[in-house]
């Protein structure tokens, strides 16, 4: 993922979100430093990961075969056979880092963060590299209690359909191709593709757009008039989606830690689950 050098360590609210590389790779072996990579797939992790690194998929160990994303228990099961505690800093990296980030706040977990910098950026600096796999062993963690930080299908098309004024704001942050209908997958994959669009009145904007040329976010001043100009505002909930939930869980991040939005959830099942449903409307 990108870097996030511009938005700094500290975010607005006073909340570490980000744990930086040197730091990581001093306390590689302290056991209360846990790291998770979050990919959509194996591959990667099984050439080389971090030293300690545990692999979450994001389909299979974040989402139901359907797209649904997992329940509360369902997720602190896989938080137990990750063989984390309560007490462990968590240290997220890889393809989609702000997901369990995202996930692990709402599920009451603080002590969560994002590294910062890729997978790629760490290895090229000489950091620990490993092709070692782990099997932690199985803890007995029991969350804390959740938050109002996710939605769920079924809760967004009662918004939908309610479509009061002060409504919370439904914020796209996929590629202008999958916007518009180009393409259901980012890849542009056609397999298990279903309708390709987005949800009706949702405002667009690419998640590209809060990174700099060289990745890094932008500074807060910059993020701040990009939200508002699209009539993203702190006064009006947000509701973030993507295809599966990473980007929607990156700019959720954004709103919330570095500019301090009050009001701010992730469709979790974002449009892998929405545009493969037969009734939820769509627009093009």
Not at 254 to 271: E, N, T
Request: proline residues 7%; aromatic residues 10%.
């Amino acid at each position: 993922m990108t870097g996030t050098t511009a938005i700094g360590s500290m975010s607005a609210t006073g909340d570490t979100i980000f744990a930086e590389p040197r730091w990581l790779a001093e306390h590689l072996n302290d056991p209360g430093v846990r790291i998770v990579e979050v990919d959509v797939g194996r591959a990667a992790y099984e050439q080389g990961h971090i030293p300690g690194a545990i692999l979450w998929n994001a389909y299979t160990d974040l989402h139901h075969p359907d797209y649904s994303p997992m329940g509360r228990k369902e997720f602190e099961e896989l938080l137990r056979r990750s063989g984390l505690e309560p007490s462990d800093t968590i240290i997220f990296y890889g393809y989609a880092p702000y997901l369990g980030f995202w996930l692990m706040k709402t599920q009451g977990h603080e002590c969560t963060r994002v590294l910062n910098g890729t997978r790629q950026g760490w290895r090229e600096a000489g950091y620990p590299w490993t092709a070692e796999q782990q099997s932690p062993a199985p803890t007995t963690y029991a969350l804390p209690g959740a938050t109002s930080s996710l939605i769920s299908l079924a809760a967004l098309q009662r918004l939908l359909g309610a479509g009061g004024e002060g409504d919370p704001l439904i914020l796209d942050v996929r590629s202008e191709g999958e916007f518009v209908g180009e393409r259901f997958w980012p890849s542009g994959a056609t397999a298990g593709a279903g309708r390709p669009g987005h949800i009706p009145g949702a405002v667009h904007l690419p998640i590209e757009r809060l990174h700099t040329a060289d990745g890094a976010f932008r500074d807060v001043g910059a993020l701040r008039q990009l939200f508002q100009d699209r009539g993203v505002v702190p006064e009006r909930g947000v509701i973030t989606y993507c295809t599966i939930g990473a980007r929607a869980s990156e700019a959720a991040t954004v709103l919330r830690y570095a500019l301090s939005y009050p009001d701010v959830r992730v469709y979790g099942g974002s449009w892998a689950e929405w545009g493969t449903r037969a009734e939820t409307p769509i627009e093009r």
